[in-house]
């Protein structure tokens, strides 16, 4: 830290820097509880969609057990385009789904077993979610970093900027109060003496 000067000049400095520090940490403390809010909705969203695909996966896997067939689901199917759109959440741009478009191979109705076109509208689910997922994953990911630098400001402005500006307004202060009391003394001292010589004493 740079050593702080006794003037008039660097008091109004430290009361000015104090005074925006003061002005910008309510800003600060507002952004850093809008982005906790929204950490904790993505969370929220992402445990949601992990219910929803498991849910289907079980449901599935008791639906395919129902059949002996052994019938790759996921052949059939594939994932051609992911349209993303960007988002702003406390000046924070973040990718927000939009929609998926797939790829369906032929199906042959005659070679594989009646519920197939079944399966394939369950594993479009599957790919969305898994999709989704991605994309609140990454969203949480830039949200969270910066919650971590916001949060570090509002450290550094209430812990260190704001006690520091105070500390050396009050020094300064108490410098410039002894240094005006001295000039005081000074002038006394002086004019004591100027006394003196005037009358011959």
């Known amino acids: 830290m740079p050593k702080v000067k006794f003037t008039k000049n660097e008091l109004k400095a430290q009361r000015d820097a104090l005074r925006r520090y003061k002005r910008y940490l309510p800003t600060l403390e507002l952004k850093k509880m809008q982005l906790q809010i929204e950490v904790r909705k993505i969370d ?15 449901g599935l896997n008791a639906w395919i057990r129902l059949f002996s067939e052994d019938v790759d689901i ?12 960007i988002g702003n959440i406390a000046g924070v741009n973040i990718p927000v789904f939009d929609s998926v478009e797939y790829e369906r191979s032929p199906v042959d109705y005659f070679a594989t077993p009646p519920w197939v076109d079944d399966g394939i509208a369950v594993m479009e689910r599957l790919l969305k979610i898994r999709i989704e997922l991605t994309i609140y994953e990454r969203q949480r990911e830039l949200l969270s970093e910066e919650l971590r630098v916001t ?6 402005f209430e812990k260190v900027k704001i006690p520091e500006c105070a500390e050396n307004i009050r020094q300064i202060r108490i410098y410039l109060a002894d240094e005006q009391t001295a000039a005081v003394v000074r002038a006394k001292i002086a004019k004591g003496k100027f006394q003196e010589v005037k009358t011959g004493s």
Request: hydrophobic fraction near 25%.
């Open 151 to 156: 949060s570090q400001r509002v450290n550094l």
């Open 44 to 58: 929220h969203l992402i445990s949601e969609k992990k219910k929803e695909e498991n849910q289907i996966w079980e």
């Open 74 to 85: 996921g052949s059939y199917i594939k994932v051609k385009d992911v349209k993303r759109s």
